[in-house]
Nanobody
Framework: QVQLVESGGGLVQAGGSLRLSCAAS????????MGWFRQAPGKEREFVAS????????YYADSVKGRFTLFRDNIRNTVYLQMNSLRPEDTAVYYC??????????????????WGQGTQVTVSS
């Protein structure tokens, strides 16, 4: 069982930047794909970005490509989401997620084995 704790959310102006962090504990972090999902009020949770277990592959939702960057630090057991050029439509609760499978590449919601508690990101216009 892995615990995921997000931090770094907050209020930013449109066009601004924010960096989210997700600290993991409880299992071998370095062999699991990690990712971020988000959920706005009244909407379904959606995929944002993920990184493979090796760090060699990244995947991004079309809505965030070119603006968000996901990377991992295996020494600190932490995954980061750097968000630039933020838009009001990025406003949501962002959830860190860990794969249920070792050595995974992509990460769909069906593959998630662990969820963080969520951190609020609000982008003002």
């Amino acid at each position: 069982q892995v615990q995921l704790v997000e931090s770094g959310g907050g209020l930013v102006q449109a066009g601004g930047s924010l960096r989210l962090s997700c600290a993991a504990s409880g299992r071998a972090f370095s062999i699991y794909a990690m990712g971020w999902f988000r959920q706005a009020p009244g909407k379904e949770r959606e995929f944002v970005a993920s990184v493979s277990w090796s760090g060699g592959r990244t995947y991004y939702a079309d809505s965030v490509k070119g603006r968000f960057t996901l990377f991992r630090d295996n020494i600190r057991n932490t995954v980061y989401l750097q968000m630039n050029s933020l838009r009001p439509e990025d406003t949501a609760v962002y959830y860190c997620a860990g794969d249920r499978r070792p050595y995974g590449n992509d990460l769909s919601q069906a593959d998630v084995g662990s969820w963080g508690q969520g951190t609020q990101v609000t982008v003002s216009s």
